[in-house]
């Protein structure tokens, strides 16, 4: 793939291309690959009941770290991107965006005390649901948007993956028994915040980077900025992560310990392309270089078909290797279902933010996800209405969903004669 892109792009670019897609990619390996060694463990290690419990918390959690991001993830890295050279511009995005994560923070957690507090289902596990929380507040506070907009991602990946490394190592060593469920969110949360706070040192030390308080008035400018941003992550999260939640409200969480070991392999699917996506959207946003990204869609795409063909045939070897509690069997059917999927979403997020987005079309592509949770809600409803929920009526949902965003995002880019 590298060599593909070095061909296709010229000198300059080229040089600043492959080292953030190196980083990318070497930081997404880890992100994803490190979690995949510690599933099958995980499973056997705490039954897939108990798993199933610890991945329902994790969905959970999921909707308040969308919240405290706040779409940030793309609009900070778009504005860091295009004022990159203006360093009191720099200063000011850096310190406004922060300061914002932080007040989320503090009002994702005042919701979350209401909910747990409030309702038996969650109350039974009220620590589990604290513990994950932790995860959160590192997700909030690490700014990979900062050296994505600077397009300086080899700092961030060597503080990221040694956190990554040694916690993952911590699970293999303290982790032995079921009743050791809280230590996954534990050992989870203190990775990602200790790389936090070692990205904030970088920040200082390497970048001369300063905070400073922002008006009030320049701090509701961001958040109004980030808002359109903030309604597509929630709407993406409908149909990714809260789909291990609704089967924990109407299932079990047995059911949702098969669902989400088929999710994470999906997930870290999409996240072999997710260093281009993220390296291509700060660069279409500042350069506009459109024949450049058709060249890499086409041949990201074709990768992508090439590899779920052989994934769909070698699934079953993949899953034998890796669970051995005779728990394969419909983890392996909701993978395959999932597989379809990745046909679809992966030329939809690269058709999405790196190129609609970055046009100056974001309201294209926000809408796109936001009609299409409505897709994915309407059909969950009809699902639960007819008692129809299980593993395989959410994925086939999804795969529904994906399509439908898909074609919506196809029609405007036609219809906006971009391609």
């Known amino acids: ?32 690959v490190l979690p995949l060694l510690t599933l099958p463990y995980l499973v056997r290690t705490l039954g897939v009941e108990t798993f199933g419990l610890v991945m329902f918390a994790q969905s959970f959690i999921m909707f308040f770290n969308i919240l405290v991001d706040y779409g940030f993830a793309l609009s900070a890295t778009r504005e860091i991107s295009i004022h990159r050279n203006d360093k009191n511009k720099v200063t000011e ?11 989320l923070i503090l009002f994702s957690l005042l919701i979350l005390s209401v909910i747990v507090l409030s309702f038996d289902k969650f109350s039974a596990n009220l620590e589990l649901y604290y513990l994950t929380f932790l995860w959160v507040i590192g997700q909030a506070l690490f700014p990979i948007w900062y050296f994505q907009g600077l397009e300086k991602m080899k700092y961030i990946t060597i503080v990221n993956i040694i956190s990554k490394l040694i916690f993952t190592i911590a699970i293999f060593i303290f982790i032995h028994q079921k009743n050791d469920y809280l230590l996954v969110p534990i050992l989870n949360g203190l990775g990602i915040i200790i790389g936090s706070l070692f990205s904030f040192w970088i920040i200082y030390k390497h970048f001369d980077q300063p905070f400073k308080l922002q008006k009030v008035d320049t701090l509701m400018i961001y958040f109004k900025e980030s808002s359109q941003f903030f309604l597509s992550r929630v709407s993406v999260s409908i149909y990714t992560s809260a789909n291990a939640f609704v089967l924990g409200l109407f299932t079990n969480t047995t059911m949702v310990g098969y669902y989400s070991i088929a999710e994470k392999l999906y997930m870290a699917l999409q996240g072999f ?40 045939f070698i699934g079953g070897i993949i899953f034998d290797i890796l669970f051995t509690q005779g728990i394969g069997k419909e983890s392996l059917e909701v993978f395959h279902i999932l597989l379809i999927a990745a046909l679809v979403v992966v030329p939809t997020i690269l058709i999405g933010y790196p190129f609609l987005g970055a046009l100056g079309f974001s309201n294209e592509a926000n809408r796109s996800v936001i009609f299409g949770s409505f897709v994915h809600l309407l059909g969950l409803l009809i699902l639960v209405i007819f008692h129809q929920i299980s593993i395989y009526s959410v994925a086939s949902m999804v795969v529904l969903t994906e399509i439908f965003v898909f074609s919506y995002r196809i029609i405007k880019i036609r219809s906006n004669k971009l391609w």
Do not use: C, W
């Open 273 to 312: 392309y997710a260093p281009i996506v993220q390296v291509l959207y700060p660069y279409v946003a500042k350069e506009k270089n459109i024949k450049l990204f058709k060249k890499i869609f086409t041949f990201v795409i074709s990768i992508n078909t090439f590899g779920i063909f052989i994934l769909y």
């Open 1 to 32: 793939m590298i060599e593909k892109i070095r061909n296709i792009a010229n000198t300059e670019d080229k040089k600043r291309l492959l080292s953030n897609f190196f980083s990318l990619s070497v930081l997404q390996g880890f992100t994803y």
């Open 93 to 103: 995005i850096f310190s406004a965006v922060m300061t914002i994560k932080v007040m």
